[in-house]
């Protein structure tokens, strides 16, 4: 491919069909920067281990828009490597995110003793997410690094349906953990379990509006980019810097905010969870009684 703003081959490719701003580009990396510190932070403090994913999904979107900074002092002489790593780390970081996210909704269960009303056995529920999450991850990526180099219009093409195969997968997993987190939040609204009454428990309900509002922000970031992709690289999506910033980097910088604010630490401490039903067998076991 073409090192430049001209285009690579027929069809018309570019790598940049407007000049990156270098000032927008700056406030993401710096805001992102201070999200993955402050997610460090917590990492370590808390012992939080299940969320290194999303911290490294946070130091992608960083190092991406470092990328996109490059790219805005090359204007219009655009290189392929700054090129390649914003397109695949600001691809790739949400299902990063997604990752950690999908692995909180497991914890949460066990920790307030609501098995019953999981849709699926927690003690699959991660496995099945976050395969889901690696599949959509692989794709991305595989499509991302052939858009990236590619040399004709069948490349181009390739790559953008790898994408689209990879976010569609996201899509559709996403989806699947929405109506499970609704599924179970309605089930134990209706029939709290005495761990969810407990005063010790934390703030869990604010939790589950968190993972309400991440994942919605994730899926509406990946019906956006499965847009962007369907509809090409001459497409007006690709056409203005703003729609990437506003409906992608925005929106995941809202994430990582929404789950600094709502940390799951303050629900989900360390590793309390791995032992809940040990723990409070005699609590579950009021809960089945009471049931029958």
């Not at 990063?96 to 699926?120: D, K, P, Q």
Request: proline letters at 3%; one cysteine or more.
């Amino acid at each position: 491919m073409a090192g430049n703003g001209d285009q690579a081959f027929e069809g018309g490719f570019k790598l940049y069909r407007y000049d990156p701003s270098l000032a927008a580009n700056a406030v993401f990396v710096v805001l992102f920067a201070a999200a993955s510190i402050a997610h460090v932070v917590f990492l370590v403090r808390r012992r939080t281990w299940y969320f290194i994913p999303f911290v490294i999904g946070c130091l992608f979107e960083a190092v991406g828009y470092v990328g996109r900074i490059v790219a805005a002092q090359e204007a219009p002489d655009f290189t392929l490597t700054p090129y390649i790593v914003q397109s695949l780390l600001i691809l790739l970081g949400p299902a990063l995110l997604a990752a950690s996210i999908y692995m909180i909704l497991a914890r949460l269960i066990r920790l307030l003793e609501a098995e019953e009303y999981a849709l699926v056995r927690t003690t699959w529920m991660t496995k099945i997410f976050v395969t889901g999450d690696v599949l959509s991850f692989l794709a991305q990526g595989a499509g991302g690094g052939l858009l990236a180099k590619a040399e004709s219009k069948d490349d181009q093409k390739r790559g953008e349906s790898i994408i689209l195969g990879g976010l569609g997968i996201q899509i559709v997993f996403f989806g699947f953990f929405i109506v499970t987190t609704v599924n179970f939040h309605l089930r134990i609204a209706a029939n709290p379990t005495p761990r969810s009454l407990s005063a010790s428990t934390g703030p869990w309900r604010q939790l589950v509006v968190a993972l309400y509002a991440s994942s919605a922000l994730i899926l509406v970031r990946s019906v956006f980019r499965m847009v962007e992709f369907g509809m090409g690289n001459d497409s007006v999506l690709m056409s203005s810097e703003a729609y990437l910033l506003g409906l992608d980097g925005a929106l995941m910088l809202a994430v990582a905010a929404l789950l600094l604010w709502c940390h799951p630490s303050r629900t989900i401490r360390g590793r309390e969870t791995t032992h809940d039903a040990p723990r409070h067998g005699a609590s579950a076991a009021f809960r089945h009684g009471r049931a029958v």
